[in-house]
């Protein structure tokens, strides 16, 4: 059994940041922000989900920060962010604005990547001005609008009043994870991750998850319960590219394509066999690339760098 907060060791172990600040969001909620990469590179900012931590992005951040300027937070309650009172889509909305504002220069572009609760945070953004300002372009991994547990497959049964119910009491349970066990590393597999999931992507997973509070991990269960940002993906007007797993149980693949469908200006939706919730982890490369693609296509500065080492190799 352990408590340690993340993986120690190899390419889920998150590596140590060039940066650390704290940002304060327009209600004074205080936000944990990490940079990574070169300062002038093209920027990428990464918003994790539920019950997880900036620990969850380590392989992205791993792979793209050799040439790109890499910004991950934790959401408030998550990581080292302290909780807050204000809990809901507004407040997620809050904290991207305020790390938008705090991490990149006026005008600047970058691309924003947010999975399941993070990719709500960008679509209950869409119209706020330092989202209007920064967003080149976006990546939504894992995530949907609405009828969250409604649409959860988590317990096996047929859609319905009585799965709905169910599925309702084991998102928002109030108890204790307790320390990483094998039970709770099969038990956060099912739920959360596809069949074939390697044993240490498991286990990087289930101890981010486990070292969230059990008060927060409550409190945010109820906000995506009522969750409805349907009218927020309408105004996602820049480039947005979606992601998701078939085995997907928490947001299965109808959100990605009620996604895909809304969405002004989708570049892609890419459905990925087997894989589950937890696409960053389970998918390392194909999410880093699909970043490092919408980056080079979309942020100016990207464009202009490529074209000058293809002249000077030509």
Request: positive net charge; glycine residues 8%.
């Amino acid at each position: 059994m352990s408590r340690l907060l993340h993986a120690a060791a190899g390419p889920y172990a998150p590596p140590a940041p060039a940066r650390e600040l704290t940002v304060t969001a327009a209600d004074g909620a205080r936000i944990h922000v990490e940079a990574h990469g070169p300062g002038s590179a093209p920027a990428v900012v990464l918003a994790h989900g539920w019950v997880c931590s900036t620990a969850f992005w380590a392989a992205q951040v791993r792979a793209l920060a050799a040439d790109h300027r890499v910004v991950v937070y934790d959401q408030r309650g998550h990581g080292r962010s302290p909780a807050n009172p204000a809990c809901g889509t507004e407040a997620l909305a809050d904290d991207l604005e305020a790390v938008l504002s705090a991490t990149l220069a006026p005008g600047e572009r970058a691309v924003i990547a947010g999975h399941s609760m993070g990719g709500m945070t960008v679509m209950a953004a869409a119209t706020r001005p330092a989202v209007r300002e920064h967003a080149a372009a976006v990546l939504l991994c894992s995530t949907g609008s609405s009828r969250l547990v409604a649409s959860s497959t988590v317990v096996p049964l047929g859609e319905g009043r009585v799965r709905t119910w169910l599925t309702r009491r084991i998102l928002g349970s109030r108890a204790p994870l307790g320390p990483v066990t094998p039970l709770a590393r099969r038990i956060l597999k099912y739920g959360t991750m596809g069949p074939g999931s390697a044993p240490h992507m498991v286990d990087a997973c289930a101890r981010i998850v486990h070292a969230c509070p059990r008060k927060v991990r409550h409190a945010w269960s109820e906000v995506l319960d009522l969750l409805d940002l349907d009218h927020g993906v309408r105004e996602l007007t820049m480039p947005v590219e979606v992601v998701v797993g078939t085995a997907d149980r928490l947001t299965p693949p109808v959100h990605a394509r009620s996604l895909a469908a809304a969405l002004p200006h989708c570049v892609g939706l890419t459905e990925l066999s087997g894989v589950g919730h937890m696409t960053p982890v389970e998918a390392p490369e194909l999410v880093t690339g699909k970043i490092r693609a919408l980056a080079a296509t979309h942020i100016p500065t990207a464009r202009g760098e490529r074209a000058v080492h293809a002249e000077e190799s030509a």
